[in-house]
């Protein structure tokens, strides 16, 4: 597989595509930024998230994780294509929980 390949020739784990499922939902945290989404479409270096929220300021960390009511929020009008190349970190999320309209900062 490639990205065996990958791990073998650089030494970096990268963010597996396949541990990531579509039809659901995910928080994503990239360099400086983090992405709530359900994944519509999967390949090797991105993901599809629709719908997809960009979360500016998530708040306390642990209470925002917990309940997913984050300080700030931000929707994409169309799906968004994410790069699996800046994400260093994901997991998964209750679609029910999931942030749906704008939130702006206080």
Known sequence: MLHDALLEATGDELM?????????CYFFQTFGFFYVGKVTHRSFTTVTLSPCCWIPEVGRHTQAMESLDFAEVEVYPQPYKLSLVYVYGAMQIDEKKMPRKQKPAV
Do not use: A, M, V
């Not at 597996?16 to 659901?24: N, S």
């Open 16 to 24: 597996d595509p396949e541990e990531i499922e579509i039809g659901k």
